[in-house]
């Protein structure tokens, strides 16, 4: 099972970004899957979920309205459609899967509630 994300890059504040997050070895359609990202010397922090049936999504405060996460089961992958960024969202960028979410609450923002992580991808915005 392994977890890749791409996408990442340098853009300009207010400029836009999309990552991808591809799984290999087996499908992901029945899993959580989510991202988050870490700035140096910062802890990690949620970004953005979606449920298996892309029905829900979930997003952290400083994105909502800015980020769109959306998933292609057929192609194990998701995204995040990052506008508008900001200096701020500098950071490395982790998708994660939750191969049987917890359902309690807020568990979709928990970096403990998953399964598997990518190796991250940096993405850096300039001001």
């Known amino acids: 099972v392994q977890l890749q994300a791409s996408g990442g890059g340098l853009v300009q504040a207010g400029g836009s970004l999309r990552l991808a997050c591809a799984a290999s070895?087996?499908?992901?359609?029945?899993?959580?899957m989510g991202w988050f990202r870490q700035a140096p010397g910062k802890e990690r922090e949620f970004v953005a979920a979606i449920t298996w049936s892309g029905i829900s999504t979930y997003y952290g405060d400083p994105v909502k309205g800015r980020f769109n996460i959306s998933r292609d089961n057929a192609k194990n992958t998701v995204y995040l459609q990052m506008n508008e960024l900001k200096p701020e969202d500098t950071a490395v960028y982790y998708c994660a899967e939750d191969l049987n979410p917890s359902y309690s609450s807020s568990y979709y923002s928990e970096p403990y509630e998953y399964n598997y992580w990518g190796q991250g991808t940096l993405v850096t915005v300039s001001s």
């Open positions: 070895g087996r499908t992901f359609s029945r899993s959580l």
